[in-house]
């Protein structure tokens, strides 16, 4: 019976996990790319993922022309739209969703949405990194931006099949400036909020933000919230709870005792 049990509860397992890693699988991020505000440079990402169903592989020109990205260019980076020379080679893809660049693309930020997404469940691995000139210059890990930087503190989401860990983030350049009150004077940011953080049902927390000079990557402002504290409490008040409920069980229990040898007696 408990080999029946056992083999039942790994079948079960499987059954579970297929769809999750399947529809993972599915997950095909496009190619894409983006033009400079003065139209004279061409960023270029190339899915990593080889398919005949990409969607973003035919990009249009200002000219009208329709370019096939993925044949036309041998390597992500930069490349100047008169004659395709590449100027910055990027040995790196981000998706669309997580690649925030300034006008001239001298300036790139990358986020990493599967940064919780460790082997070994420490959820150190990096999340955020800043680029000037193609070179990477800052970068943060997940427990540097997030207060309880685990996947049981943090939402789950079935797009992508990942946890996740920001909620928003913006670049702003000259065309879009955010005046940020008690900022630094600068049109070079990047703001980003942390996703909130749960215990179950509870509501420990909402996300951290954080304002970025996107050209050095430094923290420039920060607000922070500290959900630890609410899940300490938690657990606490779940602790005496429980020894209370012990200790009337004992006192309980001794008063049954002693009516029982009244009654014996």
């Not at 300490?232 to 004992?250: E, R, Y």
Request: with cysteine; hydrophobic share 45%; aromatic share 16%.
């Amino acid at each position: 019976m408990p080999k029946i049990l056992g083999f039942a509860k790994i079948v079960w397992i499987i059954l579970i996990g297929l769809p999750i890693e399947s529809s993972a699988r599915l997950y095909c991020p496009p190619s894409y790319a983006i033009l400079s505000a003065d139209k004279q440079f061409l960023l270029v990402m190339c899915s990593p993922v080889k398919t005949n169903y990409d969607s973003g592989r035919i990009f249009k020109l200002p000219s009208g022309q329709q370019i096939d990205l993925r044949e036309r260019f041998k390597t992500n980076g930069i490349y100047r739209l008169d004659d395709f020379e590449c100027v910055q080679p990027l040995n790196w893809f981000a998706d669309e969703g997580e690649l925030f660049a300034s006008e001239d693309f001298g300036i790139l930020v990358r986020l990493n949405r599967f940064a919780v997404e460790t082997q070994n469940k420490t959820n150190w691995c990096w999340c955020l990194k800043f680029y000037n000139k193609g070179k990477e210059i800052k970068q943060y890990q997940v427990k540097d931006l997030v207060a309880m930087p685990h996947f049981f503190f943090l939402p789950f989401t079935s797009d992508g099949w990942h946890t996740v860990w920001h909620a928003t983030a913006m670049y702003t350049s000259y065309s879009a400036f955010v005046d940020i009150a008690y900022s630094y004077n600068s049109q070079f940011q990047f703001i980003l909020v942390t996703a909130p953080q749960f215990f179950g049902p509870i509501h420990l927390s909402d996300g951290n933000v954080f304002l970025f000079n996107a050209g050095t990557g430094e923290i420039v402002q920060e607000w922070r919230h500290h959900p630890l504290i609410k899940f300490s409490i938690i657990v606490i008040s779940f602790f005496v709870l429980v020894l209370l409920l012990v200790l009337l069980c004992i006192r309980g229990l001794r008063k049954f005792m002693q009516h029982k040898k009244l009654i014996a007696t």
